[in-house]
């Protein structure tokens, strides 16, 4: 197997609810711009959201409308990313 050399993290995709939701959340409260949206071509339901955090890259969004919040702990199983920390400013 050919060995490849890692350029960095181009984007990251997350599970969110439905889209609006998701717009209040990346948009609304953490101040990164809905750059566009594009439907997911694995899952005809669900729209893919894309944001600016403001360095270059993107964060991603997978939304569906039969999708809602759910106020739980999100799973830490192998696999499940446990949380993602951003720089903000004092606004």
Known sequence: MQKLQSQ????????????QTSIDFWEGVLGMP???EQPNLDKAS??????????GRLITVFTDESRSPVKRRTPTDIGCVHHIAFAVSRV
Request: hydrophobic residues 40%; proline residues 4%; aromatic residues 16%.
């Open 34 to 36: 809905f750059v566009f």
């Open 46 to 55: 669900e729209s893919h959201l894309y944001f600016d955090p403001g360095d």
């Open 8 to 19: 960095g993290v181009h984007h990251i995709t997350l599970v969110g609810a439905d889209r």
